[in-house]
């Protein structure tokens, strides 16, 4: 198995690869990026062609030429002068942009290979040979640097192995992952729905796409007021000055909404996040050490400015409703919240089928430019303090530099889903910064004040993406407990819609979401229709069924399964949603 250091230089090496034949096959083509991804790679072209599906053969065909060649990938170091005169030459003007935005002092490389030449760190695998094997995939549109400000280019995604049978097991991965695809689901479910009238990255959610949200977010409040979370409401918006304080502005600005004024002339921004709002909850208070620790617990929709080009169904959106969590503990109290966070995330996770997850130290990393708040004795402080309560609670993890939030290091989940892919489910973080900059404080036994250490949480991260994971993991067909709809019941014909509509009522009386599909249309169409919905199960009543208080049961498992008395099946569903 290859390591993630050898794809990505495979991949890398492919999309080179790719970068020429496009530019030998269709004149007139300037090269933007062509970076590898997790999965893959792509290249961003400016091309007076409009590159489609039907050109993968050629291109394929040119880069297998290409391949076989068996061109060394040779690395040169290049004056700034030298480089922009040479893309300068060539027309590469998304080169040149890219060379005169480096600071003066950055090494500038190119990698060779048979006739191109390209502007790029690599690193790379020896020869064009070492590829193995690829696929190209498909073609979208992309704004250059991600901005809609910036002219739209022409991305060809694709993937390299280095054997056909991992490249084919990808594959057979992508098409898995097509069926399950939580945005074509969302559709054909009538979960949710995006309008441009309302505003990009901004989801609409129809009934049932409501009670799947409802139902996630209820049982999740339940479980932390099991553990001793205190749930909390603090609104959408906060005053501009409050960002100052706590460092959002300096370190968050790229992705907060632009600031509005108020009639009085006070500015204000749409909330990015919680800690600040719950942080000035905490300092409202006088509070003692005896008071410790005390968490706070929200559902609150935030709003972020993500570009429109990053904007992808469910997983990445604008309005984005948190299940965030701040604890306010001593430094003593680290190893045991976090204890406690951690077995809460772990019974949680299970409960929706994700239990394949590792644990990922994320530290900040050594850039300059304000992505950090800077003060190193703090950071070492809260580093420190996690690494101590993970290995406490027997936490195996590895560390990732630059992944930490701005103002603290944190713990990632990362899960994996049913068709292997890894994403981040739940975060906790340790904080020595923000609760002093929002001036939190706690009397302690020495009768001074002192400054807590807040421990940032969430279990699901955002009730959107997680809906959109949960969809994909379950393909749209829930447990018995998340399911919109548990049942639908199906009369035979009108006169036994009296007797479905007894049945309902006692289904929802006993907390069960039952619908009665009572359309003017033959049995076995509306059972269709209910299997095409993934509704769990489709209870036919008609006389017989009237006469013995019973309902025919078709499950989504298991098919028919004949006639069931109504109170047994009401035991049976009480039994299957513990």
């Not at 009538?190 to 977010?217: A, H, N, V, W």
């Not at 100052?244 to 992705?255: E, F, P, T, W």
């Not at 701040?326 to 109290?333: A, K, R, S, Y």
């Not at 304000?370 to 004795?377: F, M, R, S, T």
């Amino acid at each position: 198995m290859s390591s993630p250091e050898e794809l990505h230089a495979l991949r890398h090496s492919a999309s080179h690869v790719m970068a020429q034949a496009v530019t030998e096959l269709f004149p007139g083509t300037t090269l933007a990026i062509g970076p590898s991804t997790d999965d893959g790679f792509y290249y961003d072209f400016d091309s007076p062609h409009t590159l489609t599906t039907e050109d993968f053969q050629a291109i394929t065909d040119r880069m297998n030429e290409i391949i076989r060649g068996d061109h060394a990938f040779q690395y040169r170091e290049v004056t700034r002068d030298e480089a922009l005169a040479h893309f300068r030459e060539k027309g590469e003007v998304y080169k040149v942009e890219i060379i005169e935005d480096l600071p003066e002092n950055e090494p500038i490389s190119y990698y060779e290979h048979d006739t191109f030449r390209d502007l790029c760190r690599g690193p790379h695998v020896p020869s064009t040979k070492g590829i193995g094997a690829f696929r190209l995939l498909s073609v979208a549109g992309a704004y250059w640097r991600g901005s809609e400000k910036n002219k739209m280019l022409q991305r060809i995604y694709g993937t390299a192995y280095p054997t056909e049978a991992e490249l084919e097991l990808h594959l057979v991965r992508l098409e898995e992952a097509k069926k399950r695809d939580h945005r074509r689901l969302g559709k054909e479910l009538g979960l949710f729905t995006f309008s441009e009238d309302i505003g990009s990255g901004i989801p609409l959610f129809y009934p049932k796409g409501e009670q799947l949200r409802r139902t996630m977010e209820t049982y999740v409040r339940d479980v932390q007021t099991r553990y001793g979370y205190q749930h909390v409401w603090t609104g959408h918006i906060a005053k501009e000055d409050l960002y100052r304080k706590s460092g959002h502005i300096d370190n968050y600005l790229d992705v907060m909404f632009p600031p509005m004024v108020d009639p009085d002339g006070a500015t204000y921004r749409l909330k990015p996040m919680n800690c600040p709002s719950h942080m000035t909850l905490f300092a409202s208070k006088l509070h003692s050490y005896r008071d410790l620790p005390l968490r706070y617990a929200e559902f609150a929709t935030l709003y972020r400015y993500e570009k429109t080009g990053e904007l992808t169904g469910l997983t990445r959106v604008r309005a984005l409703t948190q299940d965030d969590c701040h604890v306010f503990c001593t430094e003593e109290q680290v190893e045991s919240e976090f204890g406690r966070a951690l077995q809460l995330i772990s019974e949680v996770l299970s409960r929706y089928g994700f239990k394949d997850y590792r644990v990922r130290l994320s530290l900040r990393g050594k850039e300059p430019g304000g992505k950090y708040v800077a003060d190193d004795e703090k950071w070492n402080r809260a580093k420190d303090a996690l690494r101590r309560a993970l290995d406490a609670n027997g936490v195996a993890y590895y560390e990732a530099e630059g992944e930490a939030a701005f103002y603290g290091p944190k713990a990632d989940f990362q899960s994996t889903d049913v068709i292997g892919r890894e994403w981040t489910a739940s975060t906790i973080q340790v904080d020595f910064i923000l609760p002093e900059r929002l001036g939190c404080e706690y009397i302690g036994e020495d009768g001074k004040p002192h400054t807590p250490v807040v421990i940032h949480r969430a279990v699901t991260g955002t009730t959107e993406r997680f809906m959109g994971l949960i969809i994909e993991q379950y393909a749209g067909a829930f447990p018995l407990w998340l399911a919109p709809v548990q049942a639908v019941i199906i009369p035979i014909a009108d006169r036994h819609l009296e007797y479905a509509e007894q049945v309902r009522t006692r289904f929802f009386d006993a907390g069960f979401r039952v619908e009665i599909d009572g359309r003017n249309e033959k049995t076995g169409y509306k059972i269709r229709e209910a299997q095409l919905q993934k509704i769990p199960y489709m209870l036919v009543v008609g006389d017989r069924e009237a006469q013995a208080d019973a309902v025919s049961v078709r499950s989504r498992e298991n098919g028919d399964e004949g006639s069931v008395p109504v109170a047994a099946l009401l035991d049976r569903f009480a039994g299957e949603v513990r």
